[in-house]
């Protein structure tokens, strides 16, 4: 039986059963370091066992070895042919023990259990059929061979037998420990988050503040007599425009488009002024601020029209370079750039919070794994106080 297969077995049978220890979880750490060190002892000194037992197989098996070395196939009434293929196959298995007692002459003190397994598995597999051929003349001193290498499984698995809490319980320490690790990764992690929401939340803060700064400041601006006296000189301007319109339209309906049409029928480019004029006279007016229709009515020579839409023409120019300055306006754009950065802000503090519940769900999830573990050498975690 290979040795991890022995130990599968043995650490699969149920402990006597015994009376839980209690600690707390946060003691858990304290109680690993403690644990590896009582454990680590009794580790090595089952290490240094395996390595003298070890030790003595290799003595015993080079003495073996030459026992084999010395059998005289010769003797044997048996064909030549088989004499020759028994030869070539004990002379193989020889060298495969060999082999096995150089390897285990190399053997890791700390870790020699590893390395027994798997010196004595390329060995099984590699061996076993020269053993089987040349065993069919040689049995007894094969045998005392397997004997020998019997016994030594045997005392090996003994001292792993009475080691076997020591090995368990370092083997679920090492999963431990590499859990325990991946929490304290994980809190870190936590705790960075927690960080960044900190520093989020006063940036949402400030800003807010700002916004209501600002709403102040807006405020207080549209009270002043400036703001208010800007605002009249806006409202006049747009009264006066409105004004001016009803004086265009009054303007058109004086200009009798059909005896222009009857002038300027033959001339194709005044023709199409005209035209446009009559079926959208605001819009051509601004296309050339009047120029074109100024013209056809000089030509006309109706001076009264004429005069009377420059006039309006000058007033409507007027009008236009009036420049309103709200600076409210500006103030409110500064909101609303304010409340797009809170938005994405809180936006990045939702993703933070989804991210902390993954993680302390994971550290939830450790800690279960943790305590089922450590249940079954009979340790209970308690809830920390």
Do not use: C
Request: aromatic share 4%; glycine share 2%.
């Amino acid at each position: 039986m290979a040795i991890k297969d022995f130990l599968k077995k043995i650490f699969s049978k149920q402990e006597e059963v015994k009376e839980k220890e209690k600690i707390k979880f946060s003691q858990v750490g304290r109680w690993i370091e403690k644990s590896s060190s009582e454990l680590g002892k009794r580790e090595e000194q089952a290490s240094e066992n395996i390595v003298s037992r070890v030790n003595q197989f290799i003595s015993d098996l080079e003495t073996q070895m030459k026992i084999l070395e010395i059998i005289d196939t010769n003797k044997k009434k048996v064909e030549e042919k088989v004499k020759m293929i028994v030869k070539e196959n004990l002379l193989l298995y020889i060298s495969y023990l060999a082999k096995m007692a150089e390897s285990l002459k190399e053997i890791n003190k700390k870790n020699p259990l590893d390395h027994l397994d798997i010196i004595f598995a390329e060995f099984s597999k590699k061996s076993e059929p020269a053993y089987q051929k040349a065993t069919f003349l040689i049995g007894k001193e094969l045998g005392e061979t397997r004997k020998l290498i019997s016994v030594f499984s045997k005392d090996i698995n003994e001292i792993v037998n009475l080691n076997k809490e020591v090995y368990t319980k370092l083997t679920l320490i090492k999963k431990i420990k590499k859990k325990i690790e991946e929490i304290d990764s994980l809190k870190k992690s936590e705790s960075e988050i927690i960080l960044n929401q900190e520093q989020i939340g006063l940036n949402l803060e400030d800003k807010r503040k700002a916004i209501n700064i600002i709403k102040t400041s807006i405020s207080s601006l549209k009270n002043s007599q400036a703001y208010l006296s800007s605002q009249d000189k806006k409202n006049e301007n747009i009264q006066a425009k409105q004004e001016l319109l009803k004086e265009f339209q009054k303007i058109k309906e004086k200009i009798d488009f059909k005896h222009l049409a009857s002038i300027f029928h033959v001339n194709e480019k005044k023709m199409r002024i005209v035209k446009e004029h009559n079926s959208g006279f605001l819009i051509s007016l601004e296309r050339d601020n009047g120029e074109s229709i100024l013209s056809l009515l000089e030509e006309t020579r109706n001076k009264e029209l004429r005069e009377s839409l420059e006039g309006l023409i000058k007033k409507n120019k007027e009008l236009n370079s009036f420049q309103e300055i709200d600076e409210s306006l500006e103030l409110e754009s500064d909101i609303k750039r304010i409340e797009l950065e809170i938005q994405s802000l809180e936006q990045e503090k939702t993703k933070l919070e989804k991210a902390k519940e993954k993680l302390q769900e994971n550290t939830r999830n450790l800690v279960k794994e943790i305590k089922s573990e450590l249940e079954t050498i009979n340790l209970e975690i308690t809830e920390d106080s």
